[in-house]
């Protein structure tokens, strides 16, 4: 018998083989073990020695063998299975069934072969005997592959895998990025959406909490301060306005004075020290907020939030800590180049100017000369808003005149009473008594300090010292705009300065005609000094420190003549002063004056202000005037027209010797004075000889397609020269130009239906069959060269005007270049020296 075969007893089956590269202890799966040993208790209670003995029992039997053995166990099964069954060639779940006449579905089924193919019976074979050589007392069954084998079989397995890996991946990947592109984008968008709202809701949360409570609530703004660093433009915005309503409702009404180092080491109550926390909380985060704006103000994406945010900030709480940081970004934007951002800037200092009880005059002091400072910085370059908000300016003229005097008289006889008692009893006092009186009369200063400080109404000497101060810094600003438009072009640059290249001086000049009482006389001679030179520059006068200057406009010259005239008016009794030279500039003015590039009302209102306001006029002027502004009338629109008709009426009743112009005859007999004949081109009223003329003007501007016009030329053409009439003139220049202005946009010219009617009826009912061909030899009848004499006549003191005008503006510019000439030789002259 031969030996018999070692029965092997295989171990349970193993779990799936895994690498040791692809176990990973994590430091949670240690963490777990740690926190849960009462569970893990019998990991060391097993017995290792039971179990090492079951698995080494096959211990002869080799590695590979006993692989081979599990594989062909597991194929064994797998038949068994399919032989039950009837194994189907394919799966059931990837396949489609098949419907039968019945209703019943069924899957089409191959039976497999039962016998094994000849390679793999040859391959079982081979490995059986092979073990059987090598291993006496092994089953046959068990294969044992070499090296190389298992090898190649492992590679393969690995590139099968990763090959399926890939295939799979790219197909997931086509069929799923563009799903999760979208829906990850979809999830960011909803995100920011609900972030936000969280945002916006606790931001209301936040606001309300602090209004309702704000001692116990303050911690709250420094999370609103960080809700603003957010980068969304609408959480930002939402959040500065939200701060911006809670500190206009919480900032108490004193400026807050935080405790020093020895009052925070004093020991003090509960409540006070819960004020502290407060106060400290408060203005900390108000400085933050106040930092917040204005790095946003320069940036345009929030300049306007912020500028709104901080000239609401001032206009509310003007009394308040750091307002001088909010005021200095107040005056930096009111010459902005946005028109919103100025606006709101000037109309923030006009309330703070208008509005001085709030902070009783310091932001006044402080923003004008904060401007001030800006119109220096930038050479009077600025946007008219920023001076012309000074015309919001009050002050007090007679403020504590009264109560200075008497408070003087009291005080001169109290110093001489106690001079007198100090005399007597010098001898007889004693060293405790000068003491005691010392001490008395400090306590006395300390209350009367005191009493002061409470008392809600300001000092009087302290509010006259801030008004100083303002109209310092005004009248400051004033001279300096008057001595920039004063500069010779060869201190302006290279380049000439263009004719309304001074944007200050308009306001100035109207600031300077309102302020002009409070001017101290000693500077009043300079500025009509500089008024003159300014109303003729760019007039060829005979002046020749006006040929360097720069050139202004009509409209500007013609408000230097209103503001000396303004000037002259409210100081009547301290100055005696010559106006011939600003009549002399209004009477060349009337015929540079251009509608379209000049300002009418302005015109007229210098006709008003030199000539219509109750001032008695010499003859010769009063005519001149009369003889150009019945020339203008004719020359311009109706609005000029009519002012300056007015101002012919107006004129004519003042003086009845002028009324000799309404009569045809020409040369005027003995009133024409030393002038015989008219001079039109005399630059001088008085050396015009107009008493010498006729108003031929008013006929033509009777005929003025104007209803309003013409009636005014009718009327004025009416006027008798008897000297019992008395007239009386209902309107000015500025109120007649003012109402035809507004009239004149809807104003339509219309025909009269009644003549046209009339003529129809005289004329021949033959007429109405003449040919278009009959008009035409109707007007070739009418000799062209009578009519072109005609105009040529009558528009004929038009064209020399116009030619006395470039003359002049040649002879200006043939003098400027000799005076720099003759400069240029005087510093050559010195360089040589």
Request: contains cysteine.
């Amino acid at each position: 018998m031969g030996k018999k075969k070692q029965k092997i007893v295989l171990p349970p089956e193993l779990p799936p083989e895994i690498p040791d590269e692809a176990v990973e202890v994590s430091d949670e799966d240690v963490a777990f073990v740690a926190e849960n040993r009462e569970y893990t208790g019998f990991l060391s209670n097993l017995d290792t020695k039971s179990i090492n003995k079951h698995v080494t029992r096959v211990a002869d039997v080799k590695e590979d063998d006993l692989e081979s053995l599990y594989e062909k166990r597991i194929r064994k099964r797998s038949l068994d299975k399919e032989a039950e069954e009837q194994g189907l060639e394919v799966d059931p779940v990837d396949a489609l069934p098949v419907k039968t006449l019945d209703g019943k579905l069924y899957y089409r089924t191959v039976p497999k072969a039962t016998q094994k193919s000849e390679s793999e019976d040859k391959d079982e074979a081979n490995a059986n005997k092979a073990n059987a050589n090598k291993d006496g007392g092994t089953d046959a069954s068990v294969v044992r592959l070499t090296k190389a084998e298992k090898r190649a079989k492992l590679k393969k397995m690995r590139k099968e895998a990763k090959k399926q890996a890939k295939e799979g991946a790219e197909v997931e990947g086509i069929e799923k990025i563009p799903q999760a592109e979208v829906l990850d984008e979809v999830r960011k968008d909803m995100t920011v959406e609900e972030d936000n709202e969280k945002k916006k809701f606790r931001l209301a949360e936040l606001g309300t909490a602090l209004l309702t409570d704000p001692e116990l609530n303050i911690k709250s703004l420094k999370e609103m301060l960080e809700i603003s660093k957010d980068g969304d433009r609408d959480i930002v915005v939402l959040a500065l306005k939200s701060l911006l309503a809670v500190f206009r409702d919480i900032i108490p009404g004193y400026r807050i004075r935080l405790p020093t180092e020895k009052e925070q080491e004093m020991k003090v109550s509960k409540a006070i020290k819960k004020m502290r926390f407060y106060e400290s909380t408060l203005l900390s985060a108000y400085k933050a907020y106040i930092q917040k704006l204005i790095a946003l103000e320069k940036q345009a994406v929030y300049k306007r939030v912020a500028v709104r945010c901080i000239c609401t900030l001032l206009e509310a709480v003007p009394h308040f800590n750091f307002r001088e940081s909010l005021l200095a970004a107040v005056i930096r934007n009111i010459s902005s180049e946005d028109d919103v951002s100025r606006k709101l800037c000037c109309s923030t200092v006009k309330s703070l100017f208008s509005n001085e009880g709030k902070h009783g005059g310091e932001v006044t002091v402080e923003a004008v000369q904060m401007i001030a400072d800006l119109v220096k910085d930038h050479d009077c370059q600025l946007h008219p808003d920023s001076i012309e908000v000074f015309m919001s300016l009050t002050f007090d003229e007679d403020l504590g005149k009264r109560e200075a005097r008497d408070a003087d008289n009291k005080f001169k006889s109290k110093n001489a009473k106690r001079k007198n008692l100090k005399e007597l009893k010098e001898s007889a006092a004693n060293e405790k008594k000068k003491a005691r009186k010392e001490m008395m009369s400090k306590t006395r200063e300390e209350v009367t300090a005191e009493l002061k400080a409470a008392s809600l109404t300001t000092d009087i000497t302290e509010r006259r010292r801030m008004q100083s101060d303002a109209l310092s810094a005004v009248f400051q600003t004033f001279f300096r705009v008057l001595k920039h438009a004063l500069r010779p072009r060869s201190e302006a640059g290279s380049s000439p300065q263009a004719p309304g290249s001074h944007p200050l001086l308009a306001p100035c000049l109207n600031g300077i005609g309102k302020f002009c009482q409070l001017i101290d006389l000693d500077f009043m001679s300079d500025l009509m000094n500089y008024l003159r030179k300014l109303a003729g520059s760019g007039n060829n006068s005979g002046d020749s420190s006006m040929d360097g200057s720069a050139c202004l406009t009509v409209s500007e010259r013609l408000q230097c003549c209103i503001a000396a005239f303004k000037v002259m008016r409210n100081n009547l009794d301290a100055l005696n002063v010559d106006l011939q030279d600003f009549f002399v500039q209004l009477y060349n003015l009337i015929i540079e004056y251009r509608p379209g590039r000049d300002k009418g009302e302005i015109l007229a209102e210098a006709l008003k202000i030199m000539l219509c306001d109750d001032r008695q006029h010499d003859m010769q002027r009063a005519a001149a005037f009369i003889k150009r502004l019945a020339t203008f009338s004719l020359c311009f629109g109706s609005a000029e027209s009519l002012a300056a008709l007015v101002t012919v009426k107006h004129l004519l009743q003042k003086n009845v010797k002028c009324r000799n112009l309404l009569e045809n005859d020409a040369g005027g007999g003995s009133v024409s004075g030393a002038i015989a004949k008219y001079q039109p081109y005399a630059t001088d009223p008085n050396l015009s000889g107009a008493l010498a003329s006729v108003l031929w003007e008013l006929n033509l501007l009777s005929k003025h397609y104007h209803p309003a016009v013409s009636t005014m030329a009718s009327n004025v053409s009416m006027l008798s020269t008897g000297d019992n009439q008395v007239y009386q003139s209902n309107k000015s220049p500025t109120q007649a130009f003012k109402e035809l202005s507004l009239e004149q946009e809807s104003f339509i010219v219309k025909n009269d239906p009644k003549s046209s009617s009339t003529k129809r009826k005289k004329g021949n009912a033959s007429l109405e069959h003449i040919s278009i061909g009959s008009d035409l030899d109707f007007t070739a009848q009418i000799d062209e060269n009578d009519v072109r004499k005609k105009l040529s006549e009558h528009y004929l003191l038009l064209h020399d005007i116009a030619e006395n005008e470039r003359l002049r503006g040649e002879l200006a510019r043939t003098t400027l270049s000799l005076k720099l000439h003759e400069q240029y030789k005087k510093q050559k002259k010195r360089r040589t020296k």
